[in-house]
């Protein structure tokens, strides 16, 4: 939805300062889904871990529970980043016209927070029983709800009125909250044969709450720290140039997208490890780390070559001149990406395999480490005293993603992550 979101303002008069105001929202809004990220995956390896032990009771509790969680969060999410937009923005070294721009696209988004966390968790949920069909369905309809609805209120076509920035935040509102019903629906049917989502609300188990934070929030932590290396690359590149700010977004577009198969396979390779590690077989877990690195590799390995080889005609989707400074900044950054693609691969499919088994704090050590003793020191050190500008921030990217993937390999050869059981010790 971003992605449609890009480029169809990318055909905005002002496209320059859009696409750059576009880029510090995205990031705003990824920072501030750190904590719903640690609720999601902790749901997730407790739901996984005890639908492969069969306890239906707990599913049904851990459904519930989740749901009022997530709400809470989004709604506290939402009206802090809604007030807070316009400082976010000053923060990370926004021009003032980039900054009224991007806080016009990011307050409606902020005041829909409570449902695009639930659309999250919901997916999740699926996910973690082995059911990838449902959320796949509800996410195509709503895709497509969202580039009519932000075709029209973009451009000013279908009927629909010119709202520009506005209008796709509101098209993305309105798409995301008709996944989360849709998904809503599908919960009331049953999450599993006997698991349904009741919609009466209970007391907080807080005793649960603890559990399921304990086993994510160091994943919430993995994710801030993540997002600090991309607001540190995106403030570096701001001072060498604002339009690699709107170049540096493009190009995560394009990443987001090429990175939805390799996440995917995480998010299935976390389930069916949970599902394995809670039936007490671990080796039946090694059997899906291994074919889910091949799979992984194999897949973003192809869209690797795709992206490296195509990146013209690629930001020509967000009617972008690749002979432009904006276009050749965009080029460079996606051959880039292109070229981190297969070790981020590696990591991304061990990285499924540690959250399924609920240990969040070992992916946690290792990003922490890579990104802000490797990443950011490299994108400062090439990017200023070595005086490559933005090519020598960007380069970072691939080079920590190396270092990634050897340290989350060798923590999978050690096994010690393979433990069993319902509850996740760790």
Known sequence: MLAVDSALCGRLPNAEAVLEALGYAIQIIFLLMVAMLGLIVGT????????????????????????????????????????LAGPLFGLLGARPEVAAIGVEYLRPLMLGTPCFYLTLLYAGLFRAVGNTRVPFLCAIVANILNAVLCYGLVLGKLGL?????????????????????????????????????MLRPQPIDR?????????????????LVLNAGFLSALGMLGRIDGTTVAAHGLGLRVQALAFVPGLGIAQATGALVGQALGAGNPDQARRVARAAMVLCATVMTALALM????????????????????????????????????????????IGV?????????????????????????AWLLGFPLELGALGVWLSFPLAFVVKSLAVYAVYRSGSWATTGIAVRR
């Not at 599908?186 to 006997?194: F, H, I, M, N, V």
């Not at 690629?314 to 693609?341: C, H, K, N």
């Open 44 to 83: 997730v390896a407790l739901v996984a871990r005890a639908y492969g032990a069969r306890a239906t009771g707990r599913v049904e509790e851990l459904l519930l529970q989740s749901t009022q969680l997530t709400v809470l969060f989004g709604i506290v999410v939402g009206v802090a980043g809604a007030l």
């Open 161 to 197: 009125p010119a709202l520009g920035v506005l209008g796709a935040a509101i098209a993305t509102v309105i798409a995301q909250t008709a996944n989360m019903l849709a998904l809503v629906a599908a919960l009331r049917r049953g999450l599993t044969d006997q698991a349904r989502l």
């Open 207 to 223: 005793k649960l709450a603890i559990e399921m934070f304990r086993v994510g929030w160091p994943a919430a932590l993995d994710m």
């Open 307 to 350: 992206i490296v080889f195509a990146a013209g005609p690629l930001v020509q989707i967000f009617d972008v001149d690749p002979d432009t400074r904006l276009g050749s900044y965009a080029v460079e950054w996606m051959r880039l990406l292109g070229a981190s693609m297969l070790p981020a691969a590696f990591n991304i499919a061990l």
């Open 354 to 378: 540690l959250q399924g088994a609920g240990a969040t704090m070992t992916s946690l050590r290792i990003n922490f480490m890579t990104t802000l003793v490797v990443q950011v020191p490299l």
